[in-house]
């Protein structure tokens, strides 16, 4: 089973600078994309000025064809400091789920706060947050947006191969089983990375993802982890901001960040708790706006056997060079039409 490009669509979907989404400096990067009724809805990270990757905002973007949007609202945008060290000031990764027991719209998302000791907002440490929507149905899933507390994942007893950024993302989803499950991600990036350094070939660095299961069956309550599971490697070496859509009764795909340049990374798994070695959907002959692809935001079910996968991708386009150089050019949101083959 794998998935099969029909068409990538050659101009981004949206772009950093433009009036559309009121300039936004460097771009977007995660998130997650639905379809209610005939609507699209995007939830991505803007980083909306400087300091680079540390100002940064959640906002949502809304389209009736799936190729011409619309800004629809800021869904947060933290009034802190970042030169406060105790201050979660930078929010990224907006995983926006549906509860069905709950009737809400559930909104997750990691909340940085600058890691103990250093002097620059772009090494930070990562907390879970939730936020859920005021108005019930799927009709509200734009909100208005109020807070529902810290993801509740205990801090004090990581797995061996979480780092020390902590959690980076975390995407709930119900699997098989008709529980609550969920991929909360972390690396091993060192405490302390010179702004101006870029990756380093043949680095180390690992960015890996566990599994957690909800011990009440809800969104609210302890997450416990999953560690005779964990790491879950699809990719050996580098997986972030997975996102789980159920295709069938018996049928998961896992769409992430796979360090790619032009492919998606994807993984399938029949329980939606054990998951498939990756595979990769090649773009080829990639436009120019998408130097290297970023992350997806889930697959999007047509009802015509074909699925939308909006995705985030970096330009690398950084004329000032301004710092970090790790995240040179966020830039843009892309659109690919797939299939599912056998």
């Not at 809800?218 to 789980?244: H, I, K, Y």
């Not at 706006?289 to 009802?303: F, M, N, S, Y």
Request: proline residues 8%; charged residues 20%.
């Amino acid at each position: 089973m794998k998935l099969e490009l029909i068409e990538c669509q050659p101009t981004p979907v949206f772009a950093k600078q433009a009036a559309l989404s009121q300039g936004v400096q460097f771009g977007f990067e995660g998130g997650t994309a639905h379809k209610v009724g005939s609507r699209y809805y995007v939830f991505t990270t803007e980083s909306f000025a400087e300091p680079k990757t540390a100002a940064s905002r959640l906002a949502l973007y809304v389209s009736d064809n799936a190729t011409s949007f619309s800004r629809h609202s800021t869904v947060l945008e933290p009034q802190g400091d970042w030169r406060q060290p105790a201050t979660y000031w930078t929010p990224w990764s907006p995983m926006v789920v549906f509860d069905q027991a709950a009737d809400r719209w559930s909104l997750v998302y990691v909340h940085y706060v600058r890691k103990p000791g250093s002097d620059q907002p772009y090494n930070m440490t990562g907390r879970m947050a939730r936020l859920t929507s005021a108005t019930p149905g799927r009709a509200g899933i734009v909100g208005p947006w109020v807070s529902a507390g810290w993801i509740d994942l205990p801090e004090d007893k990581p797995d061996p191969w979480e780092g020390s950024c902590k959690i980076v993302s975390f995407f709930p989803y119900q699997a098989a089983d008709g529980r609550w499950w969920g991929f909360y991600g972390s690396n091993n990036a060192p405490e302390f990375i010179p702004p101006q350094d870029l990756p380093q070939e043949g680095s180390t660095m690992k960015f890996w993802v566990g599994l957690a299961r909800s011990s009440d069956n809800t969104l609210s309550g302890r997450w416990d982890r999953q560690t005779a599971l964990n790491p879950v490697l699809m990719d050996p070496d580098f997986m972030e901001n997975p996102v789980v859509t159920r295709l069938q009764n018996d049928l998961f795909i896992c769409v992430y960040d796979g360090g790619n340049t032009h492919s998606l990374s994807y993984a399938f798994s029949r329980d939606g708790v054990h998951w498939d070695k990756e595979q990769v959907l090649p773009i080829p002959q990639a436009p120019t706006w998408l130097k290297a692809v970023r992350t997806p935001l889930g697959l999007i079910d047509e009802a015509d056997g074909t699925y939308t996968i909006f995705f985030t991708a970096f330009d690398g386009v950084n004329p000032e060079g301004i710092v970090p150089h790790w995240h040179d050019g966020f830039g843009n949101l892309g659109r690919v039409r797939v299939r599912v083959a056998p």
